[in-house]
């Protein structure tokens, strides 16, 4: 098996091994000596190759286009600050000015289509070999990209909050399945969803105002390439009336569910059973601090794929993004993690 279909096999049940598919973002562009923010996140070419040399140098089983949030955020009119080692929100929307913005045209957005020229190179250079992870952000996250936490955390004050949120979110979802739409024409073979503040909400307002939109949007995705769904927190949480956080992001229609790592992962694989593959979830505090040396780090990952890996549908990452810096500790890591993978992986 190459690593294409490496990793499209642990998303049906049990592969020759465990793909080997850590969160890479910022590392890819330190290894290629470029700027995130300025290069990586802007150029298409420069990200293509920074994601394919980090791939090809750590033994990585995908390439993916994620970079920040706001890629669909700026195609509503969100402006993005490139200035800092990120980009982030300049400036945001206003919730009480929303309905009276137009559809964006996808095809006139230069960060759009930024993103689907990146999954284009990658599919010219690695297609069939590497597997191609296109990226979107899911409908919470996206209107907190589009609106900012506080506010849309605000809302919750309101009575009909629910409701509120759930017209936000259909209104953006449109948007988000063309987008994964291109991507996936320009050769996808996954789509992520990043939904980085789903935990902030409890399972009773998830279930409530979030679960059937994002439903609706995973399974249209879904008819034609798996996704990836990435929360990132504590999303272990059972509250007083037994709706389980965990149990209803396996609901979503997601094939394949990225955990941070403050769930604990064999309650996770307990919980969820065969009905989506696991990616995660060592734990990035350790990995990204040079207190901890190689025996702390093996001992760590050892733990993670020991309880990732029973019964297949489970992929090696580290609970979320793969720390960057420093790059000597990061590549460490990342080795150490990449030898136990292949030794402890095979099934």
């Not at 070419?45 to 140098?57: D, G, M, P, R, V």
Request: proline share 4%.
């Amino acid at each position: 098996m190459n690593s294409r279909d490496l990793t499209l096999a642990a998303i049906e049940g049990t592969p020759e091994k465990v793909p080997f598919n850590p969160f890479i973002m910022h590392l890819a562009a330190t290894i290629e000596g470029i700027d995130y923010s300025q290069v990586y996140c802007r150029n298409a070419e420069s990200l293509a190759n920074a994601h394919i040399k980090c791939a090809k140098t750590f033994g990585i089983d995908h390439v993916n286009v994620s970079t920040d949030a706001y890629r669909e955020a700026s195609a509503w009119g969100v402006e993005v600050d490139f200035s800092g080692h990120t980009p982030v929100a300049a400036k945001q929307l206003g919730v009480q000015d929303f309905d009276r913005l137009d559809k964006p045209d996808m095809n006139a957005s230069e960060r759009i289509q930024n993103r689907v020229e990146a999954v284009r190179l990658l599919n010219t250079k690695v297609g069939n070999e590497q597997c191609i992870i296109g990226w979107i952000e899911a409908p919470f996250a996206e209107i907190c990209c589009l609106f900012g936490l506080m506010e849309v955390l605000k809302l919750a004050r309101q009575p009909d909050w629910n409701d509120r949120i759930k017209a936000l979110m259909k209104r953006v979802i449109p948007v988000q399945l063309e987008f994964a739409k291109i991507q996936i024409e320009a050769g996808a073979d996954i789509i992520g969803a990043g939904d980085s503040a789903v935990s902030q909400i409890g399972p009773k307002r998830y279930q409530e105002a979030c679960l059937e939109v994002t439903q609706e949007l995973f399974r249209s995705i879904g008819i034609k390439v798996p996704v990836l769904y990435h929360v990132c927190g504590d999303n272990s949480a059972v509250d007083k009336d037994g709706r389980d956080m965990l149990n209803l992001l396996a609901s979503s229609g997601a094939s394949i569910l990225d955990i941070d790592y403050q769930v604990n992962l064999t309650m996770a694989k307990s919980k969820i059973g065969d009905r989506v593959c696991i990616r995660g979830n060592t734990n990035t505090n350790l990995l990204g601090n040079r207190v901890y040396g190689p025996e702390t780090i093996a001992q760590e990952v050892t733990q993670t794929i020991e309880a990732g890996k029973p019964d297949g549908r489970y992929m090696f990452a580290a609970g979320c993004e793969w720390p960057w810096g420093p790059l000597d500790l990061s590549a460490r890591n990342l080795g150490i993690a990449k030898a136990l993978n292949d030794k402890l992986g095979v099934y």
